[in-house]
């Protein structure tokens, strides 16, 4: 019998050290562009060649720009494709950055259709695949009812578009994963389904020191924002908070206290810590200062093949990762996300609740660099056969939800 490739996932807790001296008192420093966002003035950043080497890969600065604007075109090439009635059946971002599109049924004229709708064709790649978008959506819904049916816990499924599969990925914890095989081998073709098997572990270290910290714990956060009851907060990991109402420091001084986080069952690991009044609100990333001025309010960015960066404070380094896999169940939590580590190393405890941004190069409105919010940090996965390591993440959309949050601070 084959070995089963098993993962390890340990959640790894720390804080953020992102707090600029901006004061929330000061009313000119800040404004609403609509009812999500509250502004706040950031300070210009000279970003340092070293930064802008790590954060590009040392790639030609125009040709990035070349490809930030592509990504944004061929973004609205889906839509547009979809609505000539030439929907893709799947899609992904390869290696090198080219939107990849995936039809069975690839003919010439949805080639000539689709090329007719973008001006950087040099960046877009077809592929003919076995199965179709409706195939796999029956077979996932296959999978799913049944799971439902007899009430197998911790199995999840999800579309691996670049395998053209659904892939059934198994918590180890809860559910044996060669009888979860076993099982469904009677009510799906084998050939439209892959298995991956996770065992995953939460783990909040004891680390006194870190700049935010409850006593027994310490945690990242993610960004600051208002919840609905219109308090400041604090974004983090929700499996920070131990118990309601836990005060948090920064160093030695109280900050706030963790009031809310997400339930099992819901999409996120996330919660918030609500602030004292007498704390500023920061929207500059700490490695690099680059401010924090965008938000991924649908999730429309998390794509297979992505590229996005993690500030992990504990671990001290702004890691850069691939998202390799969407829609995944862990302790509960029914819509978690794996990346691949590209750059850097494996986040380690303390660094939960860290915020996963995409590198905007460069927008032309504000002529700066920026981030864009897209996540919040749970932990990370290992792979027991290979070593090879993702970080599991919430994606912003569902954070945003499931904590029913009001607003979000981001830079003017």
Request: aromatic letters at 8%; one cysteine or more; hydrophobic letters at 30%.
């Amino acid at each position: 019998m084959k070995n089963k490739k098993q993962l390890l996932l340990t959640s790894v807790v720390a804080m953020l050290l992102v707090i600029p001296n901006i004061s929330y008192g000061a009313s000119s420093n800040l404004h609403r562009d609509d009812d999500r966002v509250i502004r706040i003035n950031a300070p210009e950043s000279k970003i340092s060649n070293e930064v802008m080497n790590m954060l590009t890969g040392g790639k030609d600065l125009e040709e990035l720009k070349k490809k930030e604007e592509m990504a944004n075109d061929l973004q609205q090439l889906i839509t547009n494709v979809k609505n000539a009635g030439f929907e893709p059946d799947g899609f992904y971002y390869d290696d090198d950055g080219n939107l990849v599109l995936q039809y069975q049924n690839l003919s010439q004229e949805i080639k000539d259709t689709v090329l007719s709708k973008t001006s950087y064709t040099e960046y877009l790649k077809f592929e003919k695949v076995k199965y179709t978008k409706q195939e796999l959506k029956e077979a996932k819904e296959t999978i799913d009812t049944y799971i439902r049916s007899y009430g197998i816990n911790g199995v999840s499924v999800v579309y691996k578009d670049p395998e053209n599969k659904v892939i059934v990925i198994t918590d180890v914890n809860q559910t044996n994963p060669e009888e979860v095989k076993e099982r469904l081998a009677d009510v799906i073709d084998e050939n439209m389904v892959g298995y991956m098997n996770l065992k995953f572990t939460d783990q909040l270290t004891i680390n006194p020191g870190d700049k935010i910290n409850d006593g027994a714990g310490d945690c990242t956060v993610a960004f600051n924002g208002k919840s609905s009851g219109n308090k400041e907060v604090s974004v983090t990991a929700g499996h920070c908070r131990q118990y309601a109402n836990q005060i948090w420091k920064k160093g030695s001084t109280n900050i706030g206290t963790f009031t809310t986080a997400t339930s099992i069952g819901d999409k996120s690991d996330a919660g918030y810590i609500e602030l004292y009044s007498n704390h500023s609100r920061g929207v500059l990333e700490r490695k690099t200062s680059i401010p924090v001025a965008q938000y991924d309010w649908y999730g429309t960015q998390n794509v297979v093949g992505n590229g996005f960066q993690i500030s992990a404070s504990k671990s001290d380094q702004l890691l850069a990762i691939r998202v390799a896999f969407t829609g995944v169940s862990a302790n509960g939590y029914n819509d978690l996300s794996l990346g691949k580590i590209t750059t850097g190393s494996p986040t380690i405890k303390g660094d939960s609740g860290s915020p996963v941004l995409q590198f905007i190069l460069h927008n032309p409105d504000k002529n700066r660099s920026e981030y864009r919010v897209v996540g919040v940090l749970k932990g990370v996965a290992e792979d027991q056969d290979t070593g090879e390591v993702y970080t599991v993440y919430s994606t912003s959309n569902n954070v945003w939800n499931d904590l029913n949050l009001s607003s979000v601070y981001l830079a003017d």
